[in-house]
C-alpha cells in the first residue's frame, strides 16, 4: 500500500451504465489491495452491495480521502473539482464522457495505471480555479466557483447586453455582445475554444477574456494575468435579467446595475496524471491534430 494514498474516494456518474460498471470494477479492486475505499453516496447504489460500501457526501470525502477517482466525464470532474479543491486531496479521472481532456484512465483498463499511480508513480500539477462574486449595491448577493470558465450572457437566446470591464480597477472596454467568457487555462479548450479564444496551456498563470459575438469588429480576446481582478459593470441601460454560469453548471442571477467580481480562488485542485501523461499529446488526440493534411 502507498504512503501517499492511504483512503481513496470514487465518484461516479448519474444513470449511465458504462460508468456503474467501472465505478464497481473500481471498488473491488482498490478493496483487494487493502485500502479504505468511501463512495459519494449518490452513486452508492451503482455497487454490487452498497450496504457494504462507506457511502459518504462529497465534502466528507474531501476531508477523509487522499485520492479521489471520478467515473464519468469533464463535467463530473469540474462538478467534483469545485468541491475538493477546497481540501488537500489529489484528483484523478477514469474516462466515461466524450472528448475527456481532464479524464486520463481508459475505463477498459485502467488497473496498470493506477496501480502506478498507488504506487507513488505520478505527475501532479496544480490547476486554479476562478471565484465568482456578484454585488448589487456594493452587498455580495451570490458567489461560487468555476474550474473551467465564468460566462456573463443574457437569459435569452442571441440578446445582447451592454457592459464595462475593469482590470484591476483600471478601465478596459465598454462593450455590446451576447457576453463575456473569462476561462482559466484548463478551460481554455472548452467554451472559450469555441468562441474563439486561444489556448493556454496548464502552467500558466493567466486568464482569457473572450467576447461573445461582439457589437464591433475591432474586439479581440484578451490574456492578462491570473492574479488580476476582473470586474464587470452591468449597465443599467440592459432591460432584461442576466446571469453568471459557472462551468454551465452553476447559474449566478445578475440584474442591470450589479457588478460581477473574477478573481483566482484562492486554494488549487490538485490533479494527479500517469507517468506517461502529455498536455501536447491530449491536445493531439482530442483535437485531431496528428491527421495528414493529404
Same mark, same amino acid.
Given at each position: 500500500?502507498s ?8 465518484i461516479?456518474?448519474?444513470n ?6 467501472t465505478?464497481?470494477?473500481?471498488y473491488?479492486f ?8 468511501l463512495? #459519494?453516496?449518490h452513486y452508492?447504489?451503482?455497487l454490487?452491495?452498497?450496504? #457494504?460500501a462507506?457511502?459518504v457526501d /462529497?465534502v466528507?470525502?474531501? $476531508? @477523509?480521502?487522499d485520492l ?14 469545485r468541491?475538493l479543491a ?14 475527456? +481532456? ?14 502506478q499511480? /498507488?504506487?507513488?508513480?505520478?505527475? $501532479?500539477?496544480?490547476?486554479f480555479?476562478?471565484?465568482? #462574486?456578484? +454585488? ?7 458567489a ?17 447586453? #451592454?457592459?464595462?470591464? +475593469?482590470?484591476?480597477?483600471d478601465?478596459? +472596454?465598454?462593450q ?10 484548463t478551460? %481554455?479548450?472548452?467554451? %472559450?475554444? %469555441? ?8 502552467g500558466?498563470?493567466?486568464m482569457?477574456?473572450?467576447?461573445m459575438?461582439?457589437?464591433t ?14 470586474r ?10 442576466l ?21 483566482k480562488?484562492e ?21 485531431n491534430?496528428?491527421? @495528414?493534411?493529404?
Amino acid at each position: 500500500m502507498s504512503a501517499s494514498f492511504k483512503t481513496i474516494g470514487l465518484i461516479g456518474k448519474a444513470n449511465h451504465e458504462g460508468a456503474a460498471l467501472t465505478l464497481q470494477r473500481l471498488y473491488a479492486f482498490l478493496q483487494a489491495l487493502g485500502y479504505e475505499v468511501l463512495v #459519494e453516496r449518490h452513486y452508492g447504489g451503482q455497487l454490487a452491495n452498497p450496504q #457494504e460500501a462507506t457511502l459518504v457526501d /462529497l465534502v466528507e470525502l474531501g $476531508e @477523509r480521502a487522499d485520492l479521489a477517482v471520478v467515473v464519468g466525464g469533464d463535467g463530473n470532474m469540474l462538478g467534483a473539482a469545485r468541491v475538493l479543491a477546497r481540501f488537500d486531496v489529489g484528483v484523478i479521472g477514469v474516462n466515461r464522457g466524450n472528448l475527456g +481532456f481532464l479524464t486520463d484512465l481508459n475505463p477498459d483498463g485502467f488497473e496498470a495505471a493506477l496501480e502506478q499511480v /498507488l504506487s507513488g508513480k505520478y505527475i $501532479e500539477e496544480k490547476r486554479f480555479l476562478l471565484e465568482v #462574486e456578484v +454585488f448589487r449595491h456594493a452587498e455580495l448577493k451570490s458567489a461560487n466557483s468555476a474550474m473551467n470558465e465564468a460566462v456573463l450572457h443574457a437569459d435569452k437566446v442571441a440578446h445582447m447586453i #451592454e457592459f464595462e470591464c +475593469f482590470i484591476n480597477d483600471d478601465f478596459v +472596454f465598454s462593450q455590446k455582445s451576447d457576453g463575456l467568457i473569462v476561462s482559466t487555462p484548463t478551460g %481554455s479548450t472548452a467554451y %472559450s475554444l %469555441s468562441g474563439g479564444g486561444p489556448i493556454l496551456t496548464p502552467g500558466l498563470n493567466a486568464m482569457a477574456l473572450v467576447p461573445m459575438f461582439p457589437h464591433t469588429l475591432s474586439s479581440r480576446p484578451l490574456v492578462v494575468d491570473g492574479d488580476s481582478v476582473v470586474r464587470l459593470q452591468l449597465s443599467l441601460d440592459n432591460t432584461d435579467s442576466l446571469q453568471v454560469s459557472c462551468d454551465s453548471h452553476v447559474v449566478l442571477a445578475t440584474l442591470p446595475g450589479d457588478e460581477v467580481v473574477i478573481k483566482k480562488a484562492e486554494r488549487p485542485l490538485r490533479l494527479i496524471h500517469p507517468t506517461d501523461y502529455s498536455y501536447y499529446n491530449v491536445l493531439r488526440q482530442k483535437l485531431n491534430w496528428g491527421s @495528414r493534411l493529404y
